[in-house]
Antibody, heavy 119, light 111 residues
Framework: EVQLLESGGGLVQPGGSLRLSCAAS????????MAWVRQAPGKGLEWVSA????????YYADSVRGRFTISRDNSKNTVYLQMNSLRAEDTAVYYC????????????WGRGSLVTVSS | QSALTQPASVSGSPGQSITISCTGT?????????VSWYRQHPGKAPKLIIY???NRPSGVSNRFSGSKSGNTASLTISGLQAEDEADYYC???????????FGGGTKLTVL
């Protein structure tokens, strides 16, 4: 089955760190660019970060640049999002998504992982 | 405030057609044919329904269609069904430092 499964979310204090993982299955992972998109409670979607299939190109939204790092391990079919210096406004459901053909659409989404930043 | 502007809500009766607009600038919607539309039911992940302005992914009903004129993209849903009641988001590639922008979302109510 073609799917993405996020893990690693939870409650963290402001200033803390968390690493999200997204395990892919059912498709050729290494040839697909990937991305993270988040959604704050009751709010709209916000693109966070993207990475090319090889991992050689990485992109970030202004709101997370310098604090978040995207990476991937093609031997494990997994993409990661390392989140440092977390703020209350980073509280959201984080979705992993596939970017086929290196384009700017997201055609496969995971179920999401909730990250709550609170003291 | 979202980078792309969508109406907060639209409504229609079963069988009718509705259109949702998505207004940006020449740096995003107007400058590139990378507009996508997503449908999201409550508590669920978004689903891609239109990409590159007018294209439908395999398996998406032909009741969904997309278009663009200048800096405004539009999603039209024809033959409204109860299952179409959901939130709809547009997105676009942008030449700004944040490469992808989303609209604020439109809640579609099927009366």
């Amino acid at each position: 089955e073609v799917q993405l499964l996020e893990s690693g979310g939870g409650l963290v204090q402001p200033g803390g760190s968390l690493r999200l993982s997204c395990a892919a299955s059912g498709f050729t992972f290494s040839t697909n660019a990937m991305a993270w998109v988040r959604q704050a409670p009751g709010k709209g979607l916000e693109w966070v970060s993207a990475i090319s299939g090889s991992g050689g190109s990485r992109y970030y939204a202004d709101s997370v640049r310098g604090r978040f790092t995207i990476s991937r391990d093609n031997s494990k079919n997994t993409v990661y999002l390392q989140m440092n210096s977390l703020r209350a406004e980073d509280t959201a459901v984080y979705y992993c998504a596939r970017r086929p053909d290196g384009g700017w659409r997201f055609d496969l989404w995971g179920r999401g992982s909730l990250v709550t930043v609170s003291s | 405030q979202s980078a792309l502007t969508q109406p907060a809500s639209v409504s229609g009766s079963p069988g009718q057609s509705i259109t949702i607009s998505c207004t940006g600038t020449s740096s995003d919607v107007g400058g590139y044919n990378y507009v996508s539309w997503y449908r999201q039911h409550p508590g669920k992940a978004p689903k891609l329904i239109i990409y590159d302005v007018t294209n439908r992914p395999s398996g998406v009903s032909n009741r969904f269609s997309g278009s663009k004129s200048g800096n405004t993209a539009s999603l039209t849903i024809s033959g409204l069904q109860a299952e179409d009641e959901a939130d709809y988001y547009c997105s676009s590639y942008t030449s700004g430092s944040t490469l992808v922008v989303f609209g604020g979302g439109t809640k579609l109510t099927v009366l």
